[in-house]
């Protein structure tokens, strides 16, 4: 067992879990800790350094999604062995795109190689200040009455409506058709027959992958995008395909020799305010975009997660495709409150059934 015992400084405005990460990492990187060594347990790591076993989970559970590590099931956590592309190129997985000429090149893009232990590593603060990492806003923006006030108004109506029973499998009418209305705003026509409540547009999205797709499919995603969402997709056996995001729009003309040489089934995209780069579709490439899905038969899962901080008249698909070969999803935790998952998706008429039959296989409740 190696020994990564190192002072740490309580006083530092580095985390302790920082510290500790980029202290282990360093090791791995001079090959002090060589791969396939054992890491000390929690417990020992956290008497070694004189630190709560709390704090030493975050920081193996961020080892572990930045690909430095690996967890044995019943024998505790080891340095993980790199492949030579890795170790070349940085830590992530890499895909294959084609150039002009035919020819294949290769590109890179940063995927959790432990998805789960990404997502718990966001739970755990760093520092006072803002955590953008978590996706949400800061809670002294979200404090307000208005939650407290509407709950209030709900209960005096009584409880039984909507806690003794699974609710309604679509999710209730009254909320579908205030978000009928409200998708109507962003000149996006969806009666409320075609809106399935959800918990959460994380949900959302789940839903619609599995109703879709098959394991070996080919999706495509923007790079740079989310990487749990490439975690997701890859854990259900799909062929992930990135395609290049810039600011007027994702790379056309990746996208069309995908097309032609993998037969994607289906493209996730954040067409306004896209996670990283803030950038918005163009009306241009949005109907570009749309012919090729046309033409080629895939479906776009258009994530407007952003949609309340953008502009009212920003460009997105499924209000020029009319949810023909568009599906949208939305969602309320970023501006409502983050534990409260209400999320919902808007889909072809088509489709409506098949979705909420993977909705009831996955959860009776509604939002």
């Not at 909507?162 to 962003?186: C, I, N, V, W």
């Not at 000149?187 to 098959?214: F, K, N, P, W, Y």
């Not at 072809?348 to 909705?359: C, G, I, M, Q």
Request: one cysteine or more.
């Amino acid at each position: 067992m190696n020994h990564v015992g190192h002072m740490l400084v309580k006083a530092s405005s580095v985390s302790l879990t920082e510290q500790l990460v980029q202290l282990i990492a360093s090791r791995i990187q001079s090959h002090l800790l060589s791969p396939g060594s054992k890491l000390p347990s929690v417990r020992q790591c956290a008497q070694q350094h004189q630190l709560s076993p709390s704090t030493v989970v975050a920081a193996y559970d961020r080892l572990q999604a930045q690909g430095w590590i690996e967890a044995r099931k019943n024998r505790g956590f080891f340095v993980r062995e790199m492949l030579k592309s890795e170790a070349t190129s940085g830590l992530g997985i890499h895909n294959q795109l084609l150039n002009g000429d035919n020819s294949v090149i290769t590109r890179h893009h940063q995927a959790p190689l432990n998805a789960g232990a990404l997502v718990r590593g966001m739970f755990h603060r760093i520092s006072d200040k803002p955590q953008p990492g978590m996706g949400v806003l800061p809670s002294t923006w979200l404090d307000n009455t208005f939650l407290a006030s509407s709950v209030r108004y709900v209960m005096t109506k009584g409880v039984a409506s909507f806690s003794y029973e699974y609710g309604e499998p679509h999710g209730d009418m009254g909320l579908r058709r205030a978000l009928s209305g409200k998708l109507q705003q962003h000149q996006i026509h969806a009666e409320a027959d075609q809106i399935i409540t959800t918990i959460g547009a994380t949900h959302a999205l789940d839903i619609v992958s599995r109703t879709l797709l098959r394991a070996g499919d080919a999706v495509m995603v923007e790079e740079p995008g989310w990487a749990i969402e490439y975690a997701r997709l890859a854990s259900m056996g799909m062929k992930i395909l990135p395609v290049p995001r810039g600011p007027m729009g994702p790379d056309l003309e990746i996208m069309k020799q995908y097309c032609e040489q993998h037969h994607p089934k289906l493209f996730v995209s954040l067409s306004v305010l896209h996670n990283p780069t803030g950038y918005c579709l163009t009306p241009s490439s949005a109907h570009s975009l749309l012919t090729i899905a046309r033409e080629k038969q895939f479906y776009i899962v258009e994530d407007d997660t952003y949609s309340p901080l953008a502009n009212e008249h920003a460009t997105r698909l499924c209000a020029l495709d009319a949810l023909q070969q568009t599906i949208y999803v939305g969602g309320f935790a970023k501006i409502l409150a983050p534990n409260w998952r209400v999320g919902f998706l808007a889909s072809p008429a088509h489709l409506t059934e098949r979705f909420l039959e993977t909705k009831m296989l996955s959860t009776l409740t509604t939002p």
